[in-house]
């Protein structure tokens, strides 16, 4: 198994599966140059290490943060492109006159001042959306926005989780009672430190793509690749387990959105009944179904409390069969049961030490 290259840590992500999971399918079920698929891109592990591994590759998210750094990895610019950028941000930040920062507690307690001055001049400047250069440095820095500071110089924000964002007055009470206050970071020297790290061993030699939207939609969005994808491999939302909007609302909000979390911005991002999620994985499937060749591979890590391996198995069938209109698929590898364990939040958030398992199926048409 190859090492990891380092541009895969950019952004860690919750419900993250390592790079060595994605390697393992496509050097079994793909040649290079093939086409592999995430509809659920995430920090796009898939995306990335299929570029490595030689194959063409594209995904989508609905979630602005899993777009932004899936698609910054999937076409990095040139290392001195984002230096130069990085420098003129610098200098320009420097020869700003008035910065409004949020006039809040929790901003207050989370960032130095000067630190929280430079994010948001950051988060005013960058074009994310649509220059690459751009994309990528806003990509740095929402895995450096919060993070434990106690551990890592990197981390720009006071102790937290580096995969979610707790919510504001929790954490403003956290770390008073814990004495901690927010360190001073310069954001400018740390994202330039980031960029030499991240791109000491280079890139990959293929370009992917990854897009921001529905995966109800991905047919229509990726018409050139209809009846090309031979390798999906994904990870949907599990269910009843973490609210992507509401978890991720620091980074959110560094891309555009709310200062404070909020519940239900991505409806399907936590369904709490079975039947509703069922459903939406059969909208899902049938949204990539015009993609898939017809002998292709699907390979899915899926979780939650709620489900024994012999429900999962038979939900998660029934809505591919239903989705992608075929009765003939078959699990063509053993089933891969594991739970999850060492959880950053635990130490962040009582009450989530609930056991939770993930399960890994291979499914094929026959």
């Known amino acids: 198994m190859s090492a990891v290259h380092p541009l895969h840590s950019i952004c860690p992500y919750f419900a993250m599966f390592p790079p060595g999971f994605v390697e393992r399918y496509v050097l079994a079920f793909t040649n290079p140059g093939e086409v592999v698929f995430d509809p659920f891109s995430g920090r796009g592990t898939t995306v990335f290490e299929s570029l ?29 492109s984002l230096l130069n950028r990085i420098d003129d941000l610098s200098v320009k930040f420097a020869n700003a006159d008035f910065i409004q920062i949020p006039d809040t507690e929790f901003f207050a307690a989370c960032y130095a001042p000067e630190t929280l001055r430079q994010i948001v001049f950051l988060k005013k400047s960058l074009s994310w959306k649509t220059s690459k250069v751009d994309r990528f440095i806003a990509a740095m820095a929402l895995g450096c926005l919060h993070g434990e500071s106690h551990k890592s110089r990197n981390a720009f924000s006071n102790r937290m989780p580096r995969t ?85 609302w620091l980074r959110l909000w560094f891309l555009g959105g709310e200062q404070r979390p909020k519940s239900g911005i991505f409806p399907d991002a936590r369904h709490g009944t079975a039947a509703a999620y069922w459903a939406f994985l059969a909208a899902a499937w049938k949204g990539i179904s015009g993609l898939l060749a017809p002998d292709c591979t699907i390979v899915i890590r899926i979780g939650g409390m709620s ?35 060492n959880r950053q939040t635990n130490v962040f958030r009582p009450g989530t030490k609930g056991r939770r398992v993930e399960y890994d199926f291979v499914i094929r048409a026959a």
């Open 164 to 248: 979610i964002s707790t919510k504001p007055d929790y954490s403003v009470r956290w770390w008073a009672d814990k004495g901690l206050t927010a360190p001073k970071r310069d954001v400018f020297e740390i994202l330039k430190s980031q960029v030499k790290f991240r791109f000491a061993k280079g890139i990959p030699s293929l370009v992917g793509e990854v897009r921001l939207g529905d995966v109800r939609d991905a047919t229509s969005m990726y018409r050139k690749l209809h009846g090309k994808v031979k390798l999906v491999v994904t990870s949907p939302p599990y269910l009843d387990t973490t609210d992507y909007g509401e978890d991720q």
């Open 307 to 341: 489900f024994n391996a012999d429900e999962m198995e038979k939900g998660l069938l029934t809505s591919l069969r239903v989705g992608i209109g075929s009765d003939t698929l078959d699990i063509i590898q053993p089933l891969n049961i594991s739970e999850i364990k």
């Open 52 to 80: 490595l591994l030689g194959r063409r590759a594209f995904g989508l998210d609905i979630n602005p943060v899993a777009a932004c750094v899936s698609a910054a990895k999937a076409a990095p610019p040139a290392e001195v």
